[in-house]
């Protein structure tokens, strides 16, 4: 049984930062094991934000974060996080952990490759 918990977020300014993280348990990892952020705004589709492969250090981000975001984790607690800095308006959403099993580097995309997803955590930027 795989559950997966997001913590942090909140309510923050343009310009802040913040750290969003996510524990996890249950998780029995092959190499192809992907965890990954991603977030929802109202009304728009669940965009990917960043992942990261149990077999290797290489994260990805997606474009609308990259030089901002940074994904960490920590085997040793099973934990990851995702620090937000220079937070702008658009990156206000519900942000969502989620675990792939076997996926390929082409499919970490795409949200409904994904077997287990936490239940969010609101980060609202305000201007």
């Known amino acids: 049984q795989v559950t997966l918990a997001e913590s942090g977020g909140g309510l923050v300014q343009v310009g802040d930062s913040v750290t969003v993280s996510c524990a996890t348990s249950?998780?029995?990892?092959?190499?192809?094991?992907?965890v990954a952020w991603f977030r929802q705004a109202p009304g728009k589709d669940r965009e990917f934000v960043a992942a990261?492969?149990?077999?290797?250090?290489?994260?990805y981000y997606g474009d609308s974060v990259k030089g901002r975001f940074t994904m960490s984790r920590d085997k040793a607690k099973k934990t990851v996080s995702l620090q937000m800095v220079n937070l702008q308006a658009e990156d206000s959403a519900v942000y969502y952990c989620?675990?792939?099993?076997?996926?390929?580097?082409?499919?970490?995309?795409?949200?409904?490759?994904?077997?287990?997803w936490g239940q969010g955590t609101q980060v609202t930027v305000s201007s």
């Open positions: 989620a675990v792939g099993l076997n996926l390929i580097l082409s499919s970490i995309w795409t949200p409904s490759r994904y077997q287990y």
């Open positions: 990261i492969f149990r077999s290797d250090s290489n994260k």
């Open positions: 249950g998780v029995t990892l092959p190499g192809s094991t992907v």
